[in-house]
């Protein structure tokens, strides 16, 4: 008779009929493991340098290819042929990539020696605006003089690349002189200077600007390690001498009771704009009309190439799009968070906030404004609206960014190892050590 098996006692999670659990930490090793090499690719020396490029260089062209599709009903209104407008940005990105290239391969020393004369030419046609004959106003706004032609200029596209520059290159130089310690000379002549330019900028009535330069000069403060309570107390006056302006205004006033507007208002439309901005979001779904397809940029949405390019985006794109454009600009101000963040120079670290602070508070309120978050404060977003006044210091001011990072000593040596010709050369260095090894016995280890 055969004898009774005894059966081997399993584990109570076979006995159940599941799998044997898993050691512990395997459920969570794929994400952590996926942790740590996003954490080591960000750490390495040239990821700043690359994603700068990258993200300013995908901006640009996106923004090329959206403009020509924006532009082309404006511009058959206007009899032109549909490429007009696309053709004249096509031209600027060109002079921009010019100026990108230049300013990413000059030393940091002519950048600092650049700053007064950029201010003063900024500041000597910021004042040309004034006088009659000379400036002329677009959209109620006189901030323009005319290059003859199609040509235009707007001078305050170029105080903010100058107000950086100057102010880095103070801070820089009484940082040296261990003086910002003091209020006075955190404060003079930096806000006095950028009071100046806000000004000339004011009397032509450009709100939206005099905003960007402001923050602009809180972001250099702010970098600067300005005290709390002295970083409050400019922001404060500042801020009282913006309501003042905004409560005088009855222009400004209606733009503040469009914010989240969905309905264009009665006579005269006052919400025109917000509330088609919010239509054309509202019907690009997941992923778009598709591209050209758009219908608000057929005269409902006005500057549809311009301040509110972000909304035809939206509708030929979807939030497929949008996202994409959020994401390449969060890439971008992270990128210059840490070359600011990463270097000791002082000049470089006051340059890589300001120009930072100047990209992604300007895209923060241009997106804000089609949102619906912020009231339309009629600047355009950076690298990516039509204008070329608008595009040629912005990449400049990128190939700014990008010459800091690739100043970094850890960046410089990696950039000097991927030289055409270095990698012959160092296995031409190290086959000949082989050769100086004495052979070794076989037996000897």
């Keep these: 008779m055969p004898s009774k098996i005894v059966g081997t006692r399993r584990p109570s999670a076979a006995r159940g009929g599941g799998r044997a659990p898993a050691p512990p930490g395997r459920s969570r090793g794929g994400l952590r493991g996926l942790h740590e090499r996003a954490r080591k690719a960000w750490d390495r020396p040239l990821t700043a340098y690359y994603v700068i490029i990258g993200a300013g260089m995908l901006i640009t062209t996106l923004g090329m290819v959206m403009v020509y599709s924006a532009s082309m009903i404006t511009a058959l209104t206007y009899d032109l042929v549909p490429s007009y407008f696309f053709r004249k940005q096509f031209f600027a990105a060109l002079l921009g990539t010019g100026l990108l290239l230049l300013a990413s ?32 106003a677009v959209n109620g706004n006189q901030n323009w003089i005319s290059l003859g032609g199609p040509f235009q200029l707007q001078p305050s596209e170029f105080g903010k690349l100058a107000l950086i520059l100057w102010g880095a290159d103070l801070l820089a130089r009484k940082h040296d002189m261990r003086l ?15 009071f100046m330019l806000l000004g000339l900028i004011m009397l032509g009535g450009d709100m939206g600007t005099s905003i960007i330069l402001a923050a602009i000069l809180f972001g250099l403060l702010w970098t600067a390690g300005a005290p709390t309570r002295l970083f409050a107390g400019v922001l404060a006056v500042a801020g009282a001498i ?11 006033m209606r733009r503040f009771d469009c914010i989240g507007a969905t309905d ?3 006579e005269g439309a006052p919400c025109l704009q917000a509330a088609h901005g919010i239509y054309a979001l509202a019907s690009g779904g997941w992923f778009g009309s598709g591209l050209g397809a758009s219908v608000e940029k057929w005269g409902q949405l006005p500057e549809a190439h311009t301040d509110f390019i972000f ?7 979807g939030l497929a799009g949008t996202l994409s454009v959020l994401a390449l600009f969060a890439a971008l101000g992270y990128a210059g968070i840490r070359v600011a ?7 470089v670290r006051f340059a890589a906030g300001g120009v930072t602070t100047w990209i992604t508070a300007q895209a923060v309120i241009n997106i804000g404004a089609v949102l619906g978050l912020l009231p339309i404060a009629g600047v355009p977003l950076p690298l990516f609206s039509y204008g070329g006044s608008a595009l040629l210091p912005t990449m400049f001011a990128v190939g700014l960014l990008i010459a800091f990072a690739r100043q970094e000593p850890a960046a410089k040596a990696a950039l000097a190892m991927r030289r055409p010709g270095w990698g012959k050369r160092a296995g031409v260095r190290w086959k000949s050590m082989r050769r100086r090894v004495k052979k070794r016995p076989s037996g000897e280890r």
């Design 242 to 252: 913006g309501f003042l302006l905004i409560k005088t205004s009855d222009n400004r």
């Design 311 to 317: 909304a035809v985006t939206g509708e030929e794109l």
């Design 341 to 347: 963040g990463g270097t000791e120079d002082p000049f």
């Design 180 to 194: 910002l310690t003091q209020w006075k000379h955190m404060l003079v002549p930096l806000v006095p200077g950028t």
């Design 105 to 136: 391969r000059m030393p940091i020393k002519l950048h600092r020696a650049l700053a007064y004369p950029i201010l003063v030419g900024a500041v000597f046609l910021m004042v040309l605006v004034q006088i009659p004959g000379i400036g002329h």
């Design 264 to 266: 264009p208002g009665g």
